[in-house]
């Protein structure tokens, strides 16, 4: 079973950065499209990035265009969110999510069957 684990979350001030990553079990990593989707109290889950199975191709949400990277390392089963200049409105759970690609509607939450538990991010003003 494939199992998705996030980790990095914490407590920044506005203007810091964080670093989340995701780790996905198995041997089949570099098959896995991968995204990170946030979610806010009483908000639905909104896409954030995702790549392509190579990591060669991304794609971001417009609230965090040019301020957050996402990153696949097939070598290591990770991929790696890094979150600059954030925002009190980044603040919310981030969940890492992955499917075997091609990814058809890569930001949408039903185009991904693996989920992580979630990592909360709170950006302080």
């Known amino acids: 079973q494939v199992t998705v684990v996030e980790s990095g979350g914490g407590l920044v001030q506005a203007g810091g950065s964080l670093r989340l990553s995701c780790a996905v079990s198995g041997r089949t990593f570099n098959r896995y499209a991968m995204a990170w989707f946030r979610q806010a109290p009483g908000k639905e889950r909104d896409f954030v990035a995702s790549?392509?199975?190579?990591?060669?191709?991304?794609y971001y949400g417009d609230t965090v265009k040019g301020r957050f990277t996402l990153a696949k390392d097939n070598a290591k089963n990770k991929v790696y969110l890094q979150m600059n200049s954030l925002k009190p409105e980044d603040t919310a759970v981030y969940y890492c999510?992955?499917?075997?690609?091609?990814?058809?509607?890569?930001?949408?939450?039903?185009?991904?069957?693996?989920w992580g538990q979630g990592t909360q991010v709170t950006v302080s003003s």
């Open positions: 999510a992955a499917d075997l690609g091609p990814v058809a509607t890569h930001d949408i939450v039903a185009a991904y069957h693996l």
């Open positions: 790549t392509d199975r190579y990591g060669g191709t991304t």
